[in-house]
């Protein structure tokens, strides 16, 4: 069962505009949501987390937004540069587990 | 730097024959160990939880005696493919996360190839 789905497989978005990345999840107990930024051939680097009790975090270019009674959250990158091209992936978790979305494949084009 | 080193990156090797791959925690200790695998334009799948000291725990529909799971220490967990066959051919992946923290930290993947 796909607990948490990246609905777009893939956004192309020109540099220096704004990259919005999206992610809904189904399952209530998670409570700590991630997101991870992948390059071919190697593992997923954390990029920026946000726990239930918050809507918002924000790390430089990168915020991420939560909305719970939507089951959905969401990454924005702005301004958008093309070394922000590769897969994200966004993960839910609980104490026990965490669970993946597909991947959603940004290009950034110069 | 790496925080999480998997071991090896790479592996081709003949039908029926057994992989082992390597999962270091490098500058912390890890009581529990994820293996993932991912295939192509897929999300990464859980495969099983590894606890030091204890016996893995599987994700429904994974074979146990297929993928072979231990943590001896608190910083290395290995995964054994077991009589590897071309279908077990993936990328997979391990992570790591320190005793009651987030996030997890993830090694760079080995990709296997069953010819």
């Known amino acids: 069962d796909q607990q948490v789905k990246q609905n777009s497989p893939s956004l192309s978005v020109q540099e220096g505009r704004i990259s919005i990345l999206n992610c809904d999840y189904t399952?209530?107990?998670?409570?700590?949501f991630l997101w991870y930024k992948k390059y071919p051939a190697e593992g997923p680097t954390f990029l920026i987390s946000?726990?239930?009790?918050?809507d918002k975090n924000e790390d430089g270019r990168f915020t991420v937004f939560l909305n719970k009674s939507a089951k959905h959250l969401s990454l924005h990158i702005v301004p958008s540069q093309p070394g922000d091209s590769a897969v994200y992936f966004c993960a839910a978790s609980d104490d026990n587990d965490m669970r993946f979305g597909a991947g959603t494949r940004l290009t950034v084009k110069p | 730097g790496a925080v999480v080193s998997q071991h090896p990156s790479r592996v081709i090797c003949k039908s029926g024959t057994s992989v082992k791959i390597e999962c270091r925690s490098l500058d912390f200790q890890a009581t529990t160990m994820f293996w993932y695998r991912q295939f192509p334009k897929q999300s990464l799948m859980l495969m099983a939880t590894?606890?030091?000291?204890?016996?893995?725990?599987?994700e429904q529909g994974v074979e146990k005696d297929k993928f072979l799971i231990n943590h001896a220490s608190l910083t290395l967990s290995t995964l054994t493919v077991t009589s590897a066959h071309p279908e077990d051919s993936s990328f997979y992946i391990c992570?790591?996360?320190?005793?009651?923290?987030?996030?997890?930290?993830f090694g760079d993947g080995t990709r296997l190839s069953i010819l």
């Open positions: 946000i726990s239930s009790i918050k």
């Open positions: 992570s790591a996360r320190a005793p009651g923290q987030q996030p997890q930290h």
């Open positions: 399952n209530s107990m998670f409570d700590y």
């Open positions: 590894s606890n030091e000291g204890s016996k893995a725990t599987y």
